[in-house]
Nanobody, 112 residues
Framework: VQLVESGGGLVQPGGSLRLSCAASGFRFSSYAMSWWRQAPGKERELVAVVSSAGSSTNYADSVKGRFTISRDNTKNTVYLQMNSLKPEDTAVYYC??????WGQGTQVTVSS
């Protein structure tokens, strides 16, 4: 199982980023996928979950209305569209697959 995140970076408050997580080594379309994040000095927290078919999603209260999780089962990829970013969204973002398996993480920094 391999998960490779990309798309992080430095963005100003109010800006947007789109994270991608390319998966391999397992039957991607059979499993729910999720994004987590960990800020310095804080515990890792769940950000969003998408069902195996992509028809159902759930979000942490802190990101509802701003973030959108989606997936493309033809590309074995899960996405996190992040809009209206705030400084408190600064964290390392991780992709998670049941197993458990974590990606290496991608840094998101929201700062002016």
């Amino acid at each position: 199982v391999q998960l490779v995140e990309s798309g992080g970076g430095l963005v100003q408050p109010g800006g947007s980023l789109r994270l991608s997580c390319a998966a391999s080594g397992f039957r991607f379309s059979s499993y729910a996928m999720s994004w987590w994040r960990q800020a310095p000095g804080k515990e890792r927290e769940l950000v969003a979950v998408v069902s195996s078919a992509g028809s159902s999603t759930n979000y942490a209260d802190s990101v509802k209305g701003r973030f959108t999780i989606s997936r493309d089962n033809t590309k074995n990829t899960v996405y996190l569209q992040m809009n209206s970013l705030k400084p408190e969204d600064t964290a390392v973002y991780y992709c998670y697959a049941p197993g458990p398996k974590w990606g290496q993480g991608t840094q998101v920094t929201v700062s002016s």
